[in-house]
């Protein structure tokens, strides 16, 4: 079983960027399809990017344009490049990685908290 951590996290200002990143180890990174979800204090949980093991890629409408999301398999790492950040993109930020073999996720990190200031 793959096991997940994130890192990257913190306070930004309005309008900056954070590179968060999500290292994975245990069985074969490469299989797996991964995701970048969030959840803000008092909001349900959203998906905000995934890349498959394809490379296919889907980002959140909101994000489209500012968030990038990678990955480098010979690391086992996954990326979200957030850019431009706002206010609203304030959440705990979870990696998850999922099997398309049996249409589930498999595991998710712990999460990293960022913070965007005014």
């Known amino acids: 079983q793959v096991q997940l951590v994130e890192s990257g996290g913190g306070l930004v200002e309005f309008g900056g960027s954070l590179r968060l990143s999500c290292a994975a180890s245990g069985s074969a990174f490469s299989i797996y399809d991964m995701h970048w979800y969030r959840q803000g204090l008092g909001k349900q949980r959203e998906l905000v990017a995934s890349?498959?093991?394809?490379?296919?890629?889907y980002i959140t409408d909101s994000a489209k344009g500012r968030f990038i999301v990678s990955r480098d398999n010979a690391l086992n790492t996954v990326y979200l490049q957030m850019n431009d950040l706002k206010p609203e993109d304030t959440a705990v930020y979870s990696c998850a990685a999922s099997d398309d073999r049996i249409d589930a996720i498999v595991s998710w990190g712990r999460g990293t908290q960022v913070t965007v200031s005014t």
């Open positions: 890349i498959t093991s394809a490379g296919g890629i």
